[in-house]
């Protein structure tokens, strides 16, 4: 049986407007009134991902900052994971020259060292307001707390600082392309996938009874986790390949979950009765 389905937003259950489109509220609420268990994954903010759960009108457990955060379904704190500061300092002092709008997630908040036409762009993307800190590094030194780098900007330039911070710390960090314009750096052992393991610990569960699915780079981790893995068919070709089925839409996940489970019932009655 699929016990629990988790789901990326931007690309995935979120349009393009940021909102829950009614094919996908209506195949929630399926799972809403079943046994199925729903947990958002994604490298946006807890308080972020609370507005989406607030507009679906639904519990769930969130796995945000690409997995440096796991919050249970009543809200508590399961766990929470930062970059080591002289590991935080490496990594700022890397991407310095690079010509991107630089975020710098503390998991309560997107800090920006300044202000721009350009961050303005990147701004009315997100759920929740930048918050200017004008001395960052001055704050990393005071071990600022950093789960995640986000740079944002042409893919050319993106691409080069990846290969760079591959070679140089490529044991230390993950590095990845999270959106057509977003290169996302996070510490080595820090995925959606590895939070995914560690709720299903918690909640007693096996990974091959979860169901996933997302659109990204940074959800190819959790599609190394379960069989029952499902790529956008949006998503870049690479990513694709990493998942065992594709679709259009997470309705059409919730649909094979409930068909899935609907039949292992079926299998589970016939060999009773035998």
């Known amino acids: 049986m699929i016990k629990l389905i ?23 609420l399926n799972v809403k009134n079943s046994d199925v268990q729903l947990c958002l994954a994604s490298g946006r903010m807890h308080a972020e991902m609370r507005q989406v759960l607030e507009e679906i ?29 002289a590991l935080a300092q490496r990594v700022f002092h890397m991407i310095q020259e690079v010509e991107a709008v630089k975020l710098f997630c503390s998991g309560e908040a997107n800090h920006i060292s300044q202000l721009s036409p350009a961050s303005d762009a990147i701004q009315a993307r997100l759920f929740e307001q930048f918050v200017l800190t004008e001395s960052l590094a001055n704050a990393l030194h005071e071990s600022f707390p950093i789960c995640k780098f986000s740079l944002f900007g042409e893919l050319g330039p993106l691409l080069v600082l990846k290969e760079q911070l591959q070679q140089e710390l490529g044991d230390l960090v993950d590095v990845y392309i999270a959106d057509k314009d977003c290169l996302d750096i996070m510490p080595r052992t820090v995925s959606k996938g590895t939070s995914l393991l560690v709720l299903a610990k918690e909640l007693g569960i096996q990974a091959e009874e979860i169901a996933c699915v997302g659109d990204s780079f940074n959800d190819v981790s959790m599609f190394g986790i379960t069989p029952h ?6 998503a870049h070709p690479d990513v694709k390949k990493q998942a065992s089925h ?3 839409s997470v309705s059409e996940v919730i649909h094979y ?3 899935y489970n609907e039949n292992k019932l079926k299998e589970q009655r016939g060999s009773a009765q035998s």
């Open 6 to 28: 988790a789901s990326d937003l931007d690309g995935t259950l979120l349009d393009h407007d940021k909102k829950v489109a009614q094919r996908e509220m209506d195949a929630l």
């Open 57 to 85: 009108d639904h519990e769930a457990y969130i796995v945000s900052q690409n997995g440096a955060f796991i919050h249970l379904a009543d809200g508590a704190l399961l766990q929470a994971k930062y970059f080591e500061t």
């Open 229 to 234: 893995s499902f790529a956008m068919s949006s």
């Open 246 to 248: 594709q679709v259009d």
């Open 257 to 259: 979950v409930m068909t």
